[in-house]
């Protein structure tokens, strides 16, 4: 076989190569490794589960979330700081949220008051389900920069 012959269909392998894994690589994408959604709803108890003026670190691992209760009722706060994403950690004996990564600090109905975090801690969609179990929806974001905290799904008043 001539080299000439021979260059020409390693040049169109190559090609043909090419062309297929690209093909392969874009099927690849249409099936993701994950084939589910994480849930983003949960049970999280009756209100009588939370006592007034306590902060309930319950759900923090499993769902990053921290159920608060006030005087105005209760409500799902994220356990996200809005700097940089770390895990704040609840400080009873100071009554505040406080992030170890960079100093942010919150306040228990999570606003912010300390350090680089640039906005308040968000809050999920709480409600009542027929049975009267509290149901949290993380996929409903309540910012009170926005004034989303004056919605009533922001808090479940008791």
């Known amino acids: 076989m001539p080299r000439r012959d021979l260059f020409y269909k390693l040049t169109w392998l190559a ?7 690209a093909a392969a690589a874009a099927v690849r994408m249409l099936f993701p490794k994950v084939f589910f959604e994480p849930p983003m709803k949960f049970r999280a108890g009756v209100p009588s589960d939370y006592q007034p003026g306590a902060v309930s670190e319950r759900w923090k ?15 799902a706060l994220s356990a996200t700081c809005t700097h940089l994403g770390c895990t704040p950690v609840w400080l009873e004996a100071e009554n505040r949220f406080q992030c170890p990564c960079h100093g942010s600090a919150y306040t228990p109905e999570g606003i912010n008051v300390e350090g680089p975090a640039p906005r308040p801690l968000e809050r999920f969609r709480i409600t009542l389900d027929r049975s009267g179990q509290i149901v949290v929806d993380k996929r409903r974001v309540f910012r009170q920069e926005w004034g989303e905290w004056n919605h009533p799904e922001s808090i479940l008043r008791l």
């Not at 090609?15 to 894994?21: C, F, I, L, P, Q």
């Not at 691992?61 to 409500?75: D, I, P, Y």
């Open 61 to 75: 691992k499993e769902w990053r979330v921290w159920m608060v209760r006030t005087e105005k009722g209760l409500f």
């Open 15 to 21: 090609v043909g190569g090419a062309v297929v894994s």
